[in-house]
């Protein structure tokens, strides 16, 4: 919420790099801290805005400050898209619009009021106001309280850049696996330098700072998208009732007359302050995907406790795994939507084991060593609302949330999965996958005396074949096309490990021609497996489904081999988490399940990049692979 002008700080960190050089300007910003959100003023009209903070940098040269603008940011709007004479005020004068649509933009803003010597306000002084759209294009003004407005000062005294990408929060519905959402948020960068100003890094501490953000309405919006679908200009009526309708926000309360509609004034600029740059707490190391095959550690903005609902913990990793479901999207060429889960910080790392640094729950503390499946993850699972899901219990998971995947220092969970752990140790990574892998045999019931051919034997592939050959099934053959793999299926229980140019020879050869009574596919990322598993079963058998399809559609799927052999299909994805993931901490713990061969290698997380080149390539015999955090 808003603080009150009169105690408002906007800190700037002063830093050696200008953010706009950097591969990632966002990070470049993570060591100064957020403001307060921004909202409506208390006193104003109006229905509320889309959530806002921004950050403050400054180098020698220049102030810099970057906006994360949450919510539907609106495209500008363009010259062609207004009629001919539609007018706008301007300093008491009606100018033509087309030379002035920046007033009509959704956009944010930065007033800059340099003070005299002595740092008091003085009314009659001069301040400078940059208006920035979501093209970068902004409206510069040297202004004077009071009204007058110089619009011809300042065009090439900025520079800004404009993006949308994945950072930070999300709400309801605004992650997804299948990256099918197009929800994204908008962000801005601006850079001012002083010597415009008449200001030094020195003497800008004798300055005062405001922010804020403006909207068009939900009316608005959608009269400016039927327009633009039917592309039909603008008419007067359209941008006076936009104009009219504005909802403006800042991180400042005024004190004196807030009920008074308007930025330009004292009341909403709060005190500058530079602090030196140094290693403090806003910031965080975190894997982000730049491209394909492309991983990096950069400088995360910490996510906020106070950001989150209640039942939020801040998680502070120390082992986080590899889940072969991260390949395809390490590996995948086209660049993800900003909703997908794995273009966040952190990336897509959902098997984490860490300590709680901050709660807002009653059932964990700060202390607590714990298994924690971070945001990015939940809101996936939460959001598909399998038989588990109930509205009262879970629809917490998909309020506003300060997402993060796990390949992050700090990451934010929730008490729905978070699990509590007597011990902080890389094994109990393992009681992911093995939830899962739960979740499938639950669903396949009792495999006594039964045939089964697991066909992938990765990390999961090795669990279900050690959790079957546990539960009695009387023959268990672990398909892959990796000899050492055979091996370790062998090692955790396989009576068979065979490659897939012999496993039909092979399974005929155990069952008198007949088939397995179960198939699982453990292999996904592919079309053909599923119709191999169609071979290796039995008339009036089971298929598991457990890999991960990259496509929506099948072309090759053999419906008619299913549906002549009276083929049962058993699906198991997103598990129960007030069931298959405490079910599996507990086997772990209780020692009633060996994780022994499964964990094989271990990096780093500054080494991310060179974990993930082994675990795709399946170099030096990898099974799983665990990153370390300092």
């Known amino acids: 919420m808003p603080v009150k002008q009169d105690v408002a700080r906007c800190v700037g960190v002063v830093t050696q790099q200008n953010p706009l050089d950097s591969v990632s300007p966002y990070h470049a910003f993570s060591s100064a801290p957020a403001t307060e959100e921004f909202a409506v003023p208390t006193q104003w009209p109006g229905p509320p805005a889309d959530d806002t903070t921004a950050r403050v940098l400054c180098t020698e040269e220049s102030l810099f400050v970057c906006f994360e603008c949450?919510?539907?940011?609106?495209?500008?709007?363009?010259?062609?898209?207004?009629?001919?004479?539609?007018?706008?005020?301007?300093?008491?004068?009606?100018?033509?619009?087309?030379?002035?649509?920046?007033?009509?933009?959704?956009?944010?803003?930065?007033?800059?009021?340099?003070?005299?010597?002595?740092?008091?306000?003085?009314?009659?002084?001069?301040?400078?106001?940059?208006?920035?759209?979501f093209n970068g294009v902004a409206l510069t003004n040297h202004a004077q309280f009071g009204g007058r407005f110089d619009f011809t000062w300042g065009k090439d005294s900025y520079k800004a850049k404009c993006f949308r990408m994945a950072v930070g929060r999300?709400?309801?519905?605004?992650?997804?696996?299948?990256?099918?959402?197009?929800?994204?948020?908008?962000?801005?960068?601006?850079?001012?330098?002083?010597?415009?100003?008449?200001?030094?890094?020195?003497?800008?501490?004798?300055?005062?700072?405001?922010?804020?953000?403006?909207?068009?309405?939900?009316?608005?919006?959608?009269?400016?998208?039927?327009?633009?679908?039917?592309?039909?200009?603008?008419?007067?009526?359209?941008?006076?009732?936009?104009?009219?309708?504005?909802?403006?926000?800042?991180w400042i309360n005024p004190v004196e007359n807030p009920e008074e509609i308007n930025f330009h004034r004292p009341g909403f600029f709060a005190t500058f302050q530079c602090e030196p740059e140094s290693e403090n707490s806003h910031c965080c190391n975190a894997a982000r995907l730049l491209r394909a095959n492309k991983l990096e550690i950069v400088s995360s903005p910490k996510p906020l406790l106070s950001k989150c609902p209640?039942?939020?913990?801040?998680?502070?990793a120390k082992y986080a795994s590899v889940c072969g479901s991260d390949m395809p999207y390490f590996k995948n060429t086209t660049l993800p939507k900003a909703s997908s889960y794995w273009n966040r910080d952190g990336f897509c790392g959902h098997e984490v084991v860490g300590e709680v640094v901050a709660s807002s729950s009653d059932n964990f503390a700060v202390g607590d060593p714990v298994l924690a499946l971070p945001s990015s993850y939940f809101k996936a699972h939460a959001a598909s609302r399998q038989e588990w899901y109930k509205e009262?219990?879970?629809?917490?998971?998909?309020?506003?949330?300060?997402?993060?995947?796990?390949?992050?220092?700090i990451f934010t969970s929730h008490e729905l999965y978070c699990y509590k752990l007597k011990e902080l140790k890389p094994e109990m990574l393992i009681a992911q996958g093995l939830g899962t892998v739960l979740?499938?045999?639950?669903?396949?019931?009792?495999?006594?005396?039964?045939?089964?051919?697991?066909?992938?034997?990765?990390?999961?592939?090795l669990l279900a074949t050690r959790l079957l050959s546990q539960f009695a099934a009387k023959v268990v053959v672990g398909v892959d096309p990796l000899e050492y793999r055979q091996q370790r299926a062998l090692e955790c229980g396989a009576t068979h490990a065979v490659?897939?140019?012999?496993?039909?020879?092979?399974?005929?050869?155990?069952?008198?021609?007949?088939?397995v009574d179960i198939v699982i596919e453990m292999v996904g990322h592919n079309q053909d497996t599923i119709n191999t598993c169609f071979e290796y079963?039995?008339?009036?058998?089971?298929?598991?489904?457990?890999?991960?399809?990259?496509?929506?559609?099948?072309?090759?799927?053999?419906?008619?081999?299913?549906?002549r052999k009276n083929l049962t299909l058993v699906s198991a994805v997103v598990p129960d988490p007030g069931r298959d993931f405490p079910q599996a901490l507990a086997l772990i713990e209780q020692g009633r399940f060996a994780t022994d061969g499964i964990l094989t290698h271990s990096f780093k997380l500054n080494d991310i990049q060179n974990g993930f080149d082994v675990s795709s390539s399946y170099k030096d015999n990898v099974i799983k692979l665990v990153f370390e955090f300092d």
Request: hydrophobic share 40%; with cysteine; proline share 4%.
């Open 70 to 133: 949450e919510g539907d940011a609106i495209e500008p709007i363009q010259a062609s898209e207004i009629s001919d004479g539609v007018k706008v005020d301007v300093s008491g004068e009606k100018m033509d619009l087309k030379d002035w649509s920046v007033l009509v933009d959704e956009r944010v803003e930065v007033f800059i009021w340099p003070q005299d010597d002595s740092g008091t306000p003085v009314l009659d002084q001069r301040y400078f106001a940059y208006e920035i759209n």
């Open 170 to 250: 999300a709400g309801a519905g605004t992650i997804s696996a299948s990256a099918s959402a197009e929800a994204e948020k908008a962000v801005v960068v601006v850079e001012i330098p002083f010597k415009g100003l008449g200001l030094t890094l020195s003497t800008a501490k004798n300055m005062k700072i405001a922010l804020h953000r403006a909207q068009h309405s939900p009316a608005c919006k959608k009269t400016l998208s039927s327009k633009r679908a039917s592309k039909t200009p603008l008419s007067q009526a359209d941008v006076d009732a936009i104009l009219s309708e504005m909802i403006w926000s800042s």
């Open 310 to 316: 209640k039942g939020a913990v801040l998680v502070k």
């Open 392 to 409: 009262s219990v879970h629809g917490v998971l998909l309020r506003p949330f300060e997402v993060r995947g796990g390949f992050s220092e």
């Open 439 to 461: 979740q499938l045999a639950r669903k396949l019931g009792c495999v006594i005396g039964k045939t089964i051919a697991i066909v992938g034997q990765g990390q999961n592939g």
């Open 499 to 515: 490659g897939p140019d012999k496993a039909l020879e092979l399974i005929h050869e155990l069952t008198d021609g007949r088939g």
């Open 537 to 563: 079963v039995r008339n009036n058998g089971t298929v598991g489904i457990f890999g991960v399809p990259d496509d929506a559609t099948y072309n090759n799927f053999e419906y008619g081999k299913m549906f």
